[in-house]
């Protein structure tokens, strides 16, 4: 059995998702595929534009099999992590043979060439390294610059470690190397628009439908740029009214860090001392989610790092929640959010193999999950709350209970 493993977020699912899903399935001649997807927020600090269940089935319409979910504190995190968390989940089902990811460069044999410097760390490199963090230059920066410890290849890296999607796959299969993982990585030349490109074009990317979305442009227009089934669900979305977006967050936000000024936030996920005082400092100032981003924005503090610490804030992940993870072997379950019926026998594969409990109903966690894991589920499904309730509040529909919700099943 071939199985393919996907981290996505699809928010929302677009043709070029279809086309890397598409690709990786020739290439390895998978019989099945494994999303690990984002739930209700995502990995550049935001809300998801729709919630889990719809993109889930966006996700089994697209072609994929099994969709899980990627627990919350990893799908808010850096690259790193977000990275850490799905693959590790990827490696405990115990039947994914290959790790299937978008990039800009297409070529998995220099990005594994990366990833083996930057997990064992050459001597030189590290010393590189820590001589551009001292010169006060951001990591990303430092650590190309620190690459330069061999002028042979140094170029074609520092062009490699610029795109976004060639990084995360590096952290992808860094992951995997970590793990000692079977799994082998495969990467789909990504095409059409890049990954910053906001306009709308060939192969549109998610940022761009959703700019054209909060800029007020008829739906109409987006109907070729996204797959049928993902137009249906965001024409069901915006007659009800749950798009959602960060500053429809804003009060709780601004809430939450006026009852936390007084102890300051560096209890909270890469909350540095820096940036908490920055938020004490200009917390008079608050308007909107977004607009606050703009006013903490420094040389040293990117836009993406604030977004996800002021998320980390809102939805109480502090520092020791990973470490909790961490404690029970990073991810200690894999819950389900839909799956196709013809993929029974990858459901039964994974029972047989996987060396985490698999969860298709919440009301069951409790029978099956260690006592620790069970209160970092329940952790989740609050976070998740927060979510529903201001979905509830803006589309004034009764807010989802994901006890009563069932799985997505095509």
């Known amino acids: 059995m071939i199985v393919n493993g996907i981290v996505a977020e699809y928010n929302p699912l677009h043709h070029g998702h279809i086309y890397q899903m598409q690709d990786a399935k020739t290439n390895t001649q998978a019989d099945y595929t494994i999303v690990v997807m984002s739930g209700n927020f995502v990995q550049r600090g935001a809300p998801a534009l729709l919630d889990k269940f719809s993109r889930t089935r966006m996700a089994l ?23 850490t968390g799905a693959v590790t989940l990827l490696h405990h089902l115990g039947v994914v043979t290959h790790l299937c990811f978008g990039s800009e460069c297409g070529d998995t044999g220099i990005l594994q060439e990366l990833a083996g410097i930057l997990s064992e760390e050459p001597l030189a490199y590290r010393q590189a390294l820590q001589q551009a963090l001292k010169e006060g230059l951001p990591y990303p920066v430092a650590r190309t610059l620190a690459l330069s410890y061999d002028p042979a290849s140094n170029q074609e890296h520092a062009k490699v470690l610029a795109s976004p999607n060639n990084i995360l796959g590096i952290e992808y299969i860094k992951a995997l190397l970590r793990l000692n993982s079977s799994i082998l990585p495969y990467t789909t030349l990504r095409t059409g628009n890049g990954y910053s490109d906001d306009t709308l074009g060939t192969l549109s990317n998610a940022l761009a439908i959703r700019q054209a979305i909060f800029s007020g442009t008829d739906l109409p227009t987006l109907a070729d740029h996204v797959p049928t089934c993902t137009y249906e669900l965001l024409l069901t979305a915006l007659e009800k009214n749950t798009l959602l977006s960060s500053n429809d967050f804003s009060s709780l936000l601004h809430y939450k860090l006026i009852t936390k000024q007084t102890q300051g936030y560096e209890d909270y996920l ?17 308007q909107t989610f977004d607009s606050f981003c703009d006013l903490l924005k420094t040389k040293d503090l990117t836009h993406t790092r604030i977004r996800r610490c002021l998320l980390h804030i809102l939805l109480n992940i502090k520092r020791d929640t990973l470490s909790a993870y961490k404690q029970l072997g990073t991810v200690p379950y894999a819950r389900v959010l839909g799956f196709c019926k013809k993929a029974t026998p990858l459901l039964t594969a994974i029972k047989e193999r996987s060396s985490i409990p698999m969860i298709t109903k919440l009301a069951d966690a409790h029978n099956i999950l260690h006592p620790d894991a069970l209160l970092l589920l329940e952790q989740e499904l609050t976070m998740n709350q927060i979510y529903y309730s201001v979905a509830s509040a803006k589309s004034g529909t009764p807010m989802i209970n994901e006890y009563r919700t069932p799985i997505v099943i095509l």
Request: glycine share 4%; net charge negative.
């Open 270 to 286: 890469d909350v540095s001392g820096q940036l908490s005082d920055r938020i004490c400092n200009h917390l008079y100032q608050y």
């Open 61 to 83: 319409e697209a072609g994929a099999d099994l969709v899980l979910e990627l627990p919350l504190p990893y799908a808010v995190s850096s690259a790193e992590f977000f990275a």
